[in-house]
């Protein structure tokens, strides 16, 4: 069941790794306006379940607590995020950003029943290394004149580590409470969208396109797959795993021309693996055979 459900957990970072690919792919939409629509776009399979079984509703009944944690997580971090990207290099805010593995990581011996041992943090730390080779590539030079984006970057990493740590203790929560967070951030998306931004819309087939895979899958049934995976695998292994998502991004990227592959991914390669099958060491570790009695 607990590896079960690790593996499911890491079917969101391979979807997550689709997540630039697919927003390059969907033309110059806006920020929010296109989280507007693929968060909308995400949660249409789960309110075609809620219509086929009614009953199922009843999930969407939870604390106040389980709704601000939730909208918090999903919203909180792309709004940091987007924000982060207008108020500081692209570099320098997604390195930041991408401390949120690391953070679950050690954050996770703050959890009741885990644990933490060396190889989980030096496994990470294998991650966020090959990390900074693919985000550094061009260097890095952290300006004091970018603050606020490197602040904003700064809580987007601890948003959604903190959300990733807090809903492994709503375990008892069904995981289609998840809709009710799409739709929210959805909502809440758009009233950003009409605030701050100017409407695009995609220019053609391949752009719509885009845009309903980024719904469905990183934007859609990623957080879905995120949400059974924290709650009932080992969160350690899924936090030093996803470092994972920003290599495979790149080699996707590589792929459909949008990047170009070099000896950094390479080393990026080895090292974020590394990191990840060290620290997922226990997952792999066979059990000793039952004495026969």
């Not at 703050?110 to 990470?124: C, F, I, K, M, S």
């Not at 605030?195 to 885009?210: C, G, I, N, R, S």
Request: hydrophobic share 55%; charged share 10%.
């Amino acid at each position: 069941m607990r590896t079960r459900a690790t593996l499911i957990g890491f079917t969101a970072i391979l979807m997550w790794s689709f997540l630039a690919f697919f927003t390059a792919a969907s033309g110059k939409m806006p920020p929010f306006q296109l989280s507007a629509i693929a968060f909308a776009i995400g949660s249409l399979p789960s309110i075609v379940a809620f219509a086929v079984r009614p009953e199922r509703l009843r999930s969407l009944r939870q604390p106040l607590k389980v709704w601000v944690t939730g909208v918090a997580g999903l919203f909180g971090y792309h709004f940091l995020y987007f924000t982060a990207l207008r108020n500081a290099p692209v570099v320098e805010a997604g390195l930041i950003a991408y401390l949120w593995p690391l953070l679950i990581v050690v954050g996770s011996a703050l959890l009741p029943g885990e644990r933490l041992r060396w190889y989980h943090v030096v496994g990470a730390l294998a991650g966020l290394s090959g990390t900074v080779l693919i985000v550094g590539k061009d260097g890095v030079d952290f300006d004091p004149a970018y603050l606020l984006g490197y602040s904003a970057a700064f809580l987007c990493a601890f948003t959604w580590s903190g959300y990733s740590l807090l809903t492994r203790r709503f375990d008892a929560v069904s995981t289609d409470v998840v809709t009710g967070f799409c739709l929210a951030t959805s909502v809440l998306s758009l009233v950003c969208h009409l605030l701050l931004e100017t409407t695009a819309w995609p220019t053609d087939a391949w752009e719509w396109l885009a845009v309903v895979g980024l719904g469905l899958f990183p934007v859609g049934a990623a957080f879905y797959a995120w949400d059974y995976g924290v709650k009932n695998g080992d969160i350690q292994i899924l936090g030093a795993s996803s470092y994972a998502a920003p290599l495979l991004s790149t080699l996707i990227l590589a792929l459909f021309g949008f990047a170009e592959p070099n000896l950094r991914i390479v080393l990026a390669c080895l090292l974020i693996t590394g990191g990840a099958v060290l620290a997922a060491r226990e997952m792999f570790r066979r059990r000793p055979a039952p004495v026969a009695g």
